[in-house]
């Protein structure tokens, strides 16, 4: 992936990042999600052999960050043909905008690969935000499930989000008027 982005990463200005992080499930993680897509939670004793991690479509992940959002533009056009047999999930906007909050897909790096990796693309606020949020709320101690996933947290959360996008939006407006043209600087 960082290869692939080499170009994009030369041309950055100084303001400006691409960041690229991996993972790797935790085992712990990797069975509950297992289970998790079993009717009830329980594993069916007769179909053992079915209960493979590397069935999972995010056993492995890279997500790649970027700031401004015309980056995020750039890396995906970047990582495009290398992701081009890859399935496409984006990530939908929020308050029913057309634009996906990330885009994302899930393939294998090579035909005779056994794991599916799923590769996230995403603005760099809203991707940090993220690093936050899945322990916090996606995947919080089990005390707190139903405190995390209340209205009155899950509403603050799509508000920090929306105010992510909003402040990249404008950050990107004042970088081109700062140049003096609609044009984005290079």
Known sequence: ????LLDVSLSLERYEQVLVTSRMKECDSAVDALRRRQPFGLFD?????????????DLAAVRVMAFPERRVADAHGALRST??????????????????LALKYFGKSAPDAKITSEVQIVGLLVGLFWEVEHSAIYKPHPNLRGVVRSDSVLQPRDEVLSALQRFEAAFEEAIRSASGS?????
Request: negative net charge; glycine residues 4%; hydrophobic residues 30%.
């Open 45 to 57: 004793v007769k179909r053992a052999e079915e209960y493979s991690i590397t069935a999972l479509p």
């Open 83 to 100: 992701l081009s047999s890859w399935r496409f999930d984006p990530v939908p906007g929020r308050d029913g905008s057309d634009v996906p």
């Open 1 to 4: 992936m960082r290869r692939d």
């Open 182 to 186: 609609d044009a984005t600087p290079s």
